[in-house]
């Protein structure tokens, strides 16, 4: 299957400091990526979907001036956390979906990386 | 409203026995896409199976096979022989038409856990 790679896999911040998580499709082209979070023994919650070449959409309750996206190309998404505080600690978890518009395309998710802010 | 109800918070299976796991799902559009995965205590999301709401056989892939009730609204994942690296979190998740195909909804999960 499709791989999709996170770094890092973990990382402990400071409060007040930024923190960028990448997302890269590793042997195909993502048109789409999704970003999730997911607290401790709770489920995924979408974030965000990004397309290449254009602005995230955020789902509502989603700051997007604080949890900036940007899919700059068909391999790479990126997450940062700006100002990170305690309460973004999380793990965060990004999927990409090949190009095509069909209901069982698969979405292939990454290792996820464990933010903790200080 | 829930879109994924998963009701069983946690299932004990022993080894070589099948397991079912409960999914149900709600929605108003006729085409949609139903997933199943599993996220080992490592965190990755692996993807199990796929049910397309116009199949008319339940999907199976090797010991992974979704009960498609859809009438009932409900797909269930029925893991036979289970091995003791089924052990994991196991969700359901939907996609619908009306999202353009992208959005994919998750269940809050059932964690199963496979004894000797």
């Known amino acids: 299957g499709a791989v999709v790679s996170q770094h890092p896999s973990r990382v402990i911040c400071k409060s007040g400091t930024s923190v960028k998580i990448e997302c890269r499709s590793l042997?195909?082209?993502?048109?789409?990526m999704f970003w999730y979070r997911q607290f401790p023994k709770q489920s995924l919650m979408l974030m965000a979907t990004?397309?290449?070449?254009?602005?995230?959409?955020?789902e509502q309750g989603v700051e997007k001036d604080k949890f900036l996206i940007n899919h700059a190309s068909l391999t790479l998404s990126t997450l940062t956390v700006t100002s990170a505080h305690p309460e973004d600690s999380s793990f965060y978890i990004c999927?990409?979906?090949?190009?095509?518009?069909?209901?069982?395309?698969?979405?292939?998710f990454g290792p996820g990386t464990r933010l903790t802010v200080l | 409203a829930q879109k994924i109800t998963q009701t069983q918070p946690g299932m004990f299976v022993q080894e070589k026995e099948a397991v079912t796991l409960d999914c149900t799902y709600d929605?108003?559009?006729?085409?949609?896409?139903l997933f199943w995965y599993k996220q080992p205590s490592s965190g990755e999301m692996i993807f199990l199976i796929y049910?397309?709401?116009?199949?008319?056989q339940n999907a199976t892939e090797g010991r992974y096979s979704l009960n498609f009730q859809k009438a009932r609204k409900s797909a269930n994942l029925v893991i036979s022989a289970s091995q003791l690296g089924d052990s994991a979190m196991y969700f359901c998740?939907?996609?619908?038409?009306?999202?353009?195909?992208?959005?994919?909804?998750f269940g809050t999960g059932t964690r199963l856990l496979v004894s000797p």
């Open positions: 042997d195909f082209q993502a048109t789409t």
């Open positions: 998740a939907m996609r619908e038409a009306n999202t353009g195909f992208q959005k994919l909804v």
């Open positions: 999927s990409a979906k090949e190009t095509g518009t069909a209901l069982e395309d698969t979405q292939y």
């Open positions: 990004s397309n290449e070449g254009s602005k995230a959409t955020y």
């Open positions: 929605t108003s559009d006729p085409s949609y896409g």
């Open positions: 049910q397309g709401s116009y199949d008319q």
